[in-house]
């Protein structure tokens, strides 16, 4: 893989990462929020009661497992660049995420 072509999938990488922690952000908020809506109504979660979690803890989990995933590929791929490349990097980005 050209230099370039690891500099740009790395930048797509992290891109990746910082946009899946934002959706694993969003929803945290939002089971906190249905939650606290549930309670006040006195009411539960019928998924959550069926199955044992709920859509969003699902869905929360799914996040988690993909961030995980996107971190190793990271990982790896930091490793094939040089030092010159990972300050390229970190200059094009700003801090990597972290691995």
């Known amino acids: 893989m050209l230099t370039s072509d690891r500099l740009r999938a790395a930048r797509d990488w992290a891109a990746s990462i910082r946009r899946a922690?934002?959706?694993l952000a969003a929803l945290t908020r939002a089971r906190e929020e249905s939650e606290a809506r549930l309670r006040d109504a006195r009411q539960t979660d019928a998924m959550k009661?069926?199955?044992g979690t709920s859509a969003?803890?699902?869905a929360i989990a799914a996040t988690q497992r993909m961030i995980q995933m996107l971190q190793r590929e990271l990982a790896a791929l930091k490793k094939t660049l040089s030092d010159t490349e990972l300050r390229?990097?970190?200059d094009m980005i700003g801090q990597l995420p972290a691995v």
């Open 21 to 23: 922690q934002e959706d």
């Open 49 to 51: 009661a069926v199955t």
């Open 56 to 58: 969003i803890d699902n």
């Open 88 to 90: 390229t990097l970190t």
